[in-house]
């Protein structure tokens, strides 16, 4: 994931890159390697070894809602389309995309020479068992409600309609038709995302549990298939030879380490044990960026992604607007990223990053504005009808193991306590454990960072749209919000659309269901001689087109 690219255009720029980039007839191959071997040297292995820290959530696409398990389901399937080297869609598994004039009707045609890896074809009623198993209740997909652009699919997924009147059908085994509730410009990037990838149908429908291991029932339809899955331990890829794009990928196989400590990732680099440390997949130690700075061996790539503590709005005191503004005003993000992450961030006092919303390098807040943090504080103290901090029940900060949120969590347990004298209990988990409890609700303060799907401001804010919405761990909602999210899809003009979404934006920084830290960037080193991993704007890396000079 990483060949530099100029990313996130005007809503206009990217409405008309849809346009251009997937209609009908368009052909596929345009990332196809025209020249055969890509410079891949054939006396190097073409053998890729990197740390993805912890056990993936979920290595199925319809349950997956992290960064770690996206880092192997991008090597593994593949959407409708595909984000290509230059961050545009591009037809994947579909050879030929058609839309309506008023682009609510999509017309895919699977590619005949699509196939899982076990040989089976890859079929438009996969797509629909995907979708529609995404979408039922009962399977619990966090990530279901990206869904939602399609015609009755938030209806079947709150169980207020039938999965039947989903506006997604197969017309036949490789024909799939969908129908969106409204015309959505970014729909063909949506349709790279992992939550829109198939699954087999034939072997899912004989064992549902077939995701969790590897082996003959793992089938994916990407450029690698995965071989081995020692839990824990680590996941190893190779090459699909299945892949209709097979000749593009140079890669022969990739190994995925499961080490959450960034100085043993940084060794095992440097003792040649591994082509990557850092991210997206892993960690480098913070207090070593700089000197990996001052070498030139850092690559530093600012992505559209927040780093932010969640509150859950339902406990006391986090039910208080007043004592969550306190407690985010107080927070001093500048000493933050200059004394801590030191990776080139940016101090957070907005949702949408500033690819998106260029004034939000600004924010809506002053930094570390203690004078108005105390003046909430007294507000939100005497709502609750307590006399002084003292009074307020016990507050807990969780967060998953990990060197840099542990300083990230202990910086701000001082601030907290030296500008509020608000005392904050640290509590932290393994991140599969610790994700198992913001979703449940079972936190108070939480750290989570949110790494956008889609060059679109929306992304960041119809996270919280719906107080049982299937990220928004808050429980937050607003019926202004919620409205000018809904009414911001069906308006045709992109200006005014915009401004729908910042006004949205005022009113969920007003609210502070969650605290924003900073803006990230990537920071990682690499072998100099791996060409071509190629990561977006958004931060993920995709490894089809990698190779070793």
């Not at 949110?450 to 679109?456: M, Q």
């Not at 920084?509 to 990682?524: G, K, L, R, S």
Request: proline share 5%.
């Amino acid at each position: 994931m990483k060949k530099r690219l100029s990313i996130f255009f005007s809503m206009l720029l990217v409405l008309s890159m849809f346009l251009a980039a997937c209609g009908g007839g368009d052909s596929a191959d345009g990332d196809k390697d025209k020249k055969g071997d890509g410079g891949a040297n054939p006396d190097v292995p073409q053998e890729f070894r990197v740390n993805i820290k912890t056990e993936p959530y979920s290595l199925h696409p319809g349950l997956a809602n992290d960064s770690v398990s996206s880092n192997v389901l991008y090597q593994t399937f593949e959407g409708l389309t595909r984000i290509d080297k230059n961050g545009e869609p591009q037809p994947a598994m579909a050879e030929e995309i058609t839309k309506s004039d008023d682009l609510t009707k999509y017309t895919f045609k699977i590619r005949e020479d699509a196939k899982w890896t076990n040989g089976d074809p890859v079929t438009a009623h996969d797509f629909v068992y995907a979708w529609k198993w995404a979408l039922d209740p009962k399977n619990e997909s966090q990530y279901a409600y990206q869904l939602y652009y399609i015609k009755g699919a938030q209806a079947a997924n709150e169980g207020k309609g039938s999965l039947d009147a989903v506006g997604v059908k197969a017309i036949d085994d490789k024909t799939l038709e969908v129908t969106l509730e409204n015309p959505t410009p970014y729909f063909l990037e949506l349709t790279a995302f992992y939550t829109y990838f198939p699954v087999n149908s034939k072997i899912a429908e004989k064992n549902p549990k077939w995701h969790t291991d590897a082996g003959d029932q793992y089938t994916s339809n990407g450029p690698f298939k995965m071989v081995e899955w020692s839990h824990s331990d680590k996941i190893i890829l190779e090459k699909n030879e299945n892949y209709w794009d097979a000749d593009a990928v140079k890669l022969e196989k990739i190994e995925m380490y499961m080490i959450n400590e960034p100085n043993t990732e940084l060794s095992m680099f440097d003792n040649g044990d591994l082509d990557w440390a850092g991210k997206p997949f892993g960690e480098l130690p913070t207090d070593v960026l700089p000197q990996l700075k001052d070498e030139g061996k850092l690559h530093v790539e600012p992505i559209a992604s927040t780093y932010w503590y969640k509150f859950q709005t339902e406990k006391t005191p986090l039910n208080n607007v007043n004592i969550r503004k306190a407690l985010a005003y107080a927070i001093n993000r500048k000493a933050i990223v200059e004394n801590i992450t030191q990776g080139g961030e940016i101090p957070a006092m907005a949702a949408v990053p500033p690819s998106m919303f260029k004034e939000n390098e600004k924010g809506y807040f002053k930094d570390h504005d203690v004078k108005k943090a105390k003046e909430f504080l007294a507000k939100g103290l005497k709502e609750l009808g307590l006399k002084d901090v003292s009074e307020l029940p016990p507050i807990t900060l969780s967060y998953n193991t990990d060197e840099a949120h542990q300083k990230v969590a202990q910086a701000i347990q001082d601030m907290w306590k030296k500008d509020l004298g608000i005392e904050v209990t640290l509590d932290n988990a393994e991140w599969n454990v610790y994700i198992d409890k913001l979703h449940t609700g079972d936190f108070m303060i939480g750290r989570m960072g949110w790494l956008g799907d889609f060059n679109d401001p929306i992304n960041f804010l119809e996270l919280y749209r719906e107080k049982n919405g299937g990220n928004n761990n808050t429980f937050w909602e607003n019926a202004e919000f919620k409205k000018l999210l809904i009414d911001s899809q069906k308006e045709r003009d992109p200006e005014k659309r915009l401004q729908m979404l910042k006004d949205a934006e005022e009113i969920f920084i007003d609210e502070m269901p969650v605290a924003p830290i900073y803006f990230y960037t990537n920071t990682w080193v690499q072998k100099d001689n791996l060409k071509d991993a190629v990561m977006s704007g958004l931060g993920e890396v995709q490894l089809k087109w990698a190779y070793f000079e």
